[in-house]
């Protein structure tokens, strides 16, 4: 992992124009300056330079009927050359696709963007309208989800309980439950390779770690209707995510050995 750039190598507005896209999310269409300011913290003339150059560059587009600024389709356009562009992607979706369509699951590979995890890619085998429909980019807890859980599974103690004392700042609902569940997730995981979990009530997930090209640690899972009958989907299914895993890590190590 690559050191983080000493603060002189830093371009505060930048890093300021960055948070202020973040804040941008599902259900957030548009937002105004002053929700802007309230969730970046940022001082309103700051937050109003910066959505107006945000806006000149392509990034931001103005609501004069709203006074409020949405995302622009440049946006989605990085997007899509960054899941074009990942060779992992590439390798694991056929694999994923086969696995979906075989054992009637959804099948899903996310990475850790600071809180949450960020699906890289969805594939869904179930049409029923009762459950969630999940793409590539969308985002689901970090502590509550088995994505989240194997992730933090696969972190050095000391960045570990670095992340578990942030989590623990934030204050959340059952966080008692949430560490112990997570504890029990990271035991799961060195002991059987994979780790539960049922975040939503229609839903349970089971996910195991994975390794990118480029050494980032991924989670990879299988999602399926919570009723089913849980032991059987683990008895049955378990075998198969590990499998699936180690079909899509010797496909990365093939192809760094003809690049």
Known sequence: MESNPTPKKIN???VRGLEILRCFKPGMDLLGNGEISEKTKLPPSTVSRLT?????SGFLEHSEEHSAYRLAP???SLGHAYKMGLRELKLAEPLMRKASEKYKLNVGLAI???MEMVYLESVRYTKNIALRTVVAGQRVPIERTSLGMAW???????????????????KLKNWTQIEGDIQTAIESIAKNGYCIASWLPEIFAISTPL???NGQQASLNFSAPADSDLSKVINDYAPH????KDMIESAFTN????A
């Open 112 to 114: 850790a963007d600071r």
């Open 74 to 76: 440049t946006v989605l």
């Open 255 to 258: 192809n760094l050995k003809t």
């Open 211 to 213: 390794r990118l090209l």
């Open 52 to 56: 107006q150059t945000l806006v000149l």
């Open 241 to 244: 995510l590990l499998q699936l």
């Open 152 to 170: 933090i599974a696969t972190l050095k103690p000391d960045m570990r309980k670095k992340l578990m004392a942030e989590l623990k700042s934030q």
């Open 12 to 14: 505060r507005s930048l």
